[in-house]
């Protein structure tokens, strides 16, 4: 069975640039996994930042951006700030209307 | 402006089974999918499955083959989520989302499998005896 792999825990500097990462166990993330990022901060619902690979959510600033990076999805923050302090989940498109979550990424900003 | 408002927190015995509500206010029933997810206490989030509500076509994880159901009342705007023979590993937040709209064409849009782009408040279900 393959799983969808995040880095479970990152850290940045206020102002810094952080890359976040989804892949798989088996095989190679494209385009055509419909790549998407959501943030969650503690006792609030994820909000969406990220769906098809690279399309931003309405009212996200453009300090977030996605795209594929080798093999991977990514997950660009840039100037990163305090509030950007929270979990990131990746979702995949399996296909045949199956989506599959990440583990998710705690993101330090420090 | 649309928001997803859920149903309140629910206890329950194992064994029994809870129905989770989902009611699109300010709009009527859309193109869109209602997806579930769920997240157990201090874990991640796990895609559960989608509804269309105007279709009534639905899509569910293998690992909840025969214990979901998801239906929806289309005169409400309102889909919901019932899980059967809970266990006190179903305990988490239930979370229901509205899925992303493919293209339009002709006055019709077509609803995208994958992706969400707005979420209800989350609906606590506890399974303890």
């Known amino acids: 069975q393959t799983v969808v792999t995040q880095e479970p825990s990152f850290s940045v500097s206020p102002g810094g640039t952080v890359t976040l990462t989804c892949g798989l166990t088996?095989?190679?993330?494209?385009?055509?996994?419909?790549p998407s990022w959501y943030q969650q901060t503690p006792g609030q619902p994820p909000r969406t930042l990220i769906y098809?690979?690279?399309s931003r959510s309405s009212g996200v600033p453009d300090r977030f951006s996605g795209s594929i990076l080798g093999n991977k999805a990514a997950l660009t923050i840039t100037g990163a700030q305090a509030d950007d302090e929270s979990d990131y989940y990746c979702?995949?498109?399996?296909?045949?209307?199956?989506?599959?979550f990440g583990g998710g990424t705690k993101l330090t900003v420090l | 402006q649309v928001q997803l408002v859920q149903s309140g927190a629910e206890v329950k015995n194992p064994g029994a089974s809870v129905k989770v509500s989902c009611t699109a206010s300010g709009n009527t029933v859309t193109d869109h999918h209602i997806h579930w997810v769920r997240q157990a206490p201090g874990q991640g989030l796990e895609w559960m499955g989608w509804?269309?509500?105007?279709?009534?076509?639905?899509n569910n994880s293998k690992k909840f083959q025969g214990r979901v159901i998801m239906t929806r009342d289309t005169a409400i705007s309102t889909a919901y989520m019932e899980l059967s023979r809970l266990r006190s590993d179903d305990t988490a937040v239930y979370y229901c989302a509205r899925g992303i709209l493919g293209y339009c064409s002709g006055g019709t849009c077509y609803p995208r499998d994958d992706g969400f782009d707005m979420w209800g408040q989350g609906t606590m279900v506890t399974v303890s005896s």
């Open positions: 509804i269309n509500p105007k279709s009534g076509v639905r």
């Open positions: 098809s690979t690279n």
């Open positions: 979702v995949l498109y399996m296909g045949s209307g199956i989506s599959v």
């Open positions: 088996s095989g190679s993330v494209s385009t055509s996994y419909y």
